[in-house]
């Protein structure tokens, strides 16, 4: 059994000791219970963990709660002593820098279009930086809008990509392979403007209400025109910069008033008759080109190879083992991919139905059928000393009585039994990353490192 003993993650600049702050202090179950359920405390989230169980992660005198622990566990530390101690820790702290906005100095290719869930670039690059080496192969199989992916091109390493969302297929290729130069882009986006004013065959008639109700006939005609001809030629970064423009409320987007990143329409908020201007026809071309002017304001070269296929985890099979997994999993409960990407699917897939996907990832059981293929994908191809690190998003609703994370651990333990569990990072997630500020259900992320223990 994989033991961790008091360490920290302080291995780079600016991360945080995670050194006891007060001493031989308890904390009693309800405390324990309001962390395990979400609220905040005014005190850093730590995490100690014994074995490859975090069930066995009781309070540490310093600091509050084990933040995976399962709420049975706790209510048997409640009824036998009311109160929970430290075993042992190893616990480590997010470093100060993740919390610092990254949109200035990123890569602007992170900013071609938002994706829920979204990993911020600066965590991505850190993770890679700690957990991997020049021109090492990394895998990452949950990519969603490609962030680990790029970053991971821009470390130098090599990446093979995949997820099972076309949004995602979109949006990880057209960073993975964006045009060389900005006039390459330009003139790619020219001749694609022009071949789809050519085609007059949109017939708004076959388009479903739903979708109609965001655009102007006009715009709407020019923006199917345009993403049809971007799927025939398999342009995924111009493809990418349209969805990135399809709708907000500001001047430069095509729709009517709407929200960005979940699309809603701001009718109530903008009424037609006050904001007549929020209605009229808005042209593509020059919104796009402006899309593609801000896509290179920082683009960064790299030489670096990177693959993506859009296939489920489950379906992954690897001709060559990889170095590290770096990857994000869906969040347990908390999203549902297909539905807050609706419309941009639809000008992906022109299909009136999407799934949700809920059931592949909204009930824990979907949940724990992802974690057991990645357990198996390591377990069959990680290199031996190579890391996994999984960024565990932590939903808590009262009916859930086991963490996400403690859910990858068991995965893990079942299924990978090379792998040890070596260090849990624990972040919190600020309002301004959050998928919807309002919503309050994923609170923290627990970042997981497994290691090979095989040498
Ligand atoms: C938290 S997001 C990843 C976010 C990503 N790291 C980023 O920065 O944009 C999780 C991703 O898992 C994908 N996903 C859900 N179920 C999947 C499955 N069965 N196989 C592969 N990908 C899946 C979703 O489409 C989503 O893009």
Not at 377 to 400: F, P, T
Not at 429 to 436: F, G, K, L
Request: hydrophobic share 40%; with cysteine; glycine share 6%.
């Amino acid at each position: 059994m994989a033991t961790v003993g008091p360490r920290t993650h302080g291995r780079g600049p600016g991360y945080a000791e995670a050194a006891p702050i007060y001493n031989g202090g308890t904390f009693y179950i309800g405390q324990l219970l309001s962390v395990a359920r979400g609220a905040e405390l005014d005190v850093p989230l730590r995490c100690m963990i014994k074995g490859n169980d975090l069930s066995t992660a009781l309070c540490h005198g310093c600091g509050p709660m084990a933040y995976p622990v399962p709420i049975q566990t706790l209510a048997a530390v409640s009824n036998s002593q009311r109160r929970a101690r430290c075993i042992e820790h190893g616990c480590a702290l997010a470093p100060p820098a993740w919390k610092c906005p990254a949109t200035s100095s990123e890569s602007t290719l992170h900013q071609l279009a938002p994706y829920i869930g979204k990993l911020k670039s600066t965590i991505a690059r850190d993770l890679i930086d700690q957990y991997s080496k020049p021109k090492n192969l990394i895998v990452d199989p949950f990519s969603g809008s490609g962030t680990i992916p790029l970053e991971a091109l821009l470390a130098g390493r090599r990446v093979i990509a995949s997820d099972v969302s076309s949004y995602a297929a979109t949006l990880t290729q057209a960073k993975l392979a964006a045009p060389p130069t900005l006039g390459d882009a330009l003139a790619t986006a020219e001749r694609l403007l022009s071949t789809a004013d050519a085609s007059q065959t949109v017939d708004l008639r076959r388009v479903p209400e739903w979708v109609r109700q965001y655009f102007h006939p006009k715009t709407l005609k020019a923006a199917i025109a345009f993403a049809r001809t971007c799927r025939a030629e398999k342009n995924h970064f111009l493809m990418a910069c349209l969805l990135g423009i399809l709708h907000h409320q500001r001047p430069g987007f095509l729709s009517y008033p709407s929200s960005h990143l979940v699309p809603y329409l701001r009718d109530r908020k903008y009424p037609r008759r006050q904001f007549p201007e929020m209605y009229a026809y808005r042209a593509l071309r020059p919104r796009l080109v402006a899309k593609v002017h801000r896509a290179f304001r920082r683009r960064q070269l790299t030489d670096a190879e990177g693959i993506f296929r859009q296939v489920s985890v489950e379906d992954i099979r690897l001709s060559e083992c990889f170095d590290a997994m770096i990857t994000s999993p869906p969040y347990m409960n908390a999203l549902d991919y297909s539905r807050d990407n609706r419309l941009r699917l639809w000008f992906l897939e022109e299909r009136s139905q999407f799934e949700s996907n809920d059931n592949n990832n909204g009930r824990a059981k979907g949940f724990i059928r992802l974690m057991i293929a990645i357990a198996r994908l390591n377990e069959r191809y990680l290199v031996r000393g190579g890391h996994c690190v999984l960024v565990v998003g932590e939903s808590v609703s009262r009916r859930q009585t086991v963490h996400p994370a403690q859910h990858v651990v068991d995965a893990f333990a079942a299924h990978a039994p090379s792998l040890v569990l070596e260090t849990v990072i624990t972040d919190s997630i600020p309002d301004i990353r959050r998928a919807r500020r309002d919503y309050r259900g994923v609170k923290t992320e627990q970042i997981l490192v497994f290691r090979n223990r095989q040498t």
